[in-house]
């Protein structure tokens, strides 16, 4: 796939994808017009109920507390996993390619004769019939 082809289909994709979130928002009630009945009913009991100074706190801390508290221990549990996959061990230290590999012993590659046996070719057979392919796919 061509880089022209690729942008095309992003494009066409981001498009799509900018029509479906106008139209989920076109669907969303006015600000401040909020049609359910239960913004009412806690506007009329929370402030006494909970002894809150306003609303949005009594229902943050009293009527949502315990998924509060169940939210900020998942961005605890984050931060900490964040903090140890991060966090730097003793006698780490930062080495380069080159140093690692130093002394470092490489394994012996494959024999030329092993692999003459196992694919059944000589140098000279193979060289000769990779020059016969390559001459009779030239054109005249």
Known sequence: MTPRQRRWIFLIAGAGLVAFYLWGLSGLPGF????GPYGFAI?????????ATGVVSAINFDYRGFDTVGEEFILFVAAAGVATVLRRLRGERERSAVDEAHGREVPPTSRPWLRRIMTGLSPRSATRRTFSALDSAMPS
């Open 43 to 51: 506007l009329r009991v929370a402030v006494a109920q909970t002894n």
């Open 32 to 35: 401040g017009n909020y049609p």
